[in-house]
């Protein structure tokens, strides 16, 4: 019948899409970026909750290993929050150099629109400190 919820509720739906459509062509799709300059430099924070690893220090790259994947930073990222998984988070301090490795529990991480980027670990050791 044309009085049942399920009839109402089509009609609604069809009235909002109706009401949508026009605002949907007018606007373009806008792409966000940050405002700020692009940053040549990388600045690290690296913290677990009774200890700093890293504060303010200039990298090249970091390799994190985020909830839904494992991704790089470097200057000039997109900003971003990420739940790390429990992983190696990667330090490359140098461009050319090794990279400097530590396992983590699990924590966060966040890229700001300035180049730094803060990983916050429950807990974190140095790989090469570790036993097998």
């Known amino acids: 019948s044309l009085d049942s919820p399920a009839s109402i509720a089509r009609s609604r739906i069809m009235f909002a899409v109706?009401?949508?459509r026009p605002l949907a062509r007018a606007a373009p799709a806008v792409r966000a970026f940050s405002e700020a300059p692009a940053a040549s430099v990388m600045t690290l924070n690296f913290s677990?909750?009774?200890?700093?690893?890293y504060a303010d220090k200039t990298v090249d790259r970091v390799?994190?290993?985020?909830?839904?994947?494992?991704?790089?930073?470097?200057?000039g990222h997109?900003?971003?929050?990420s739940q790390l998984k429990p992983g190696v988070v990667e330090i490359?301090?140098?461009?050319?150099?090794?990279?400097?490795k530590?396992?983590?529990?699990?924590?966060?991480?966040?890229t700001h629109d300035t180049s730094v980027t803060d990983i916050s670990?429950?807990?974190a050791g140095k790989l090469d400190d570790l036993d097998a």
């Open 18 to 20: 109706r009401a949508v």
């Open 121 to 123: 670990a429950f807990e």
């Open 48 to 53: 677990l909750p009774h200890m700093n690893i």
């Open 102 to 110: 530590y396992f983590v529990s699990g924590g966060f991480a966040l």
């Open 78 to 81: 997109t900003p971003i929050v």
């Open 92 to 100: 490359v301090h140098e461009a050319a150099g090794e990279a400097e």
């Open 63 to 75: 390799i994190i290993p985020g909830a839904e994947g494992v991704y790089g930073v470097t200057a």
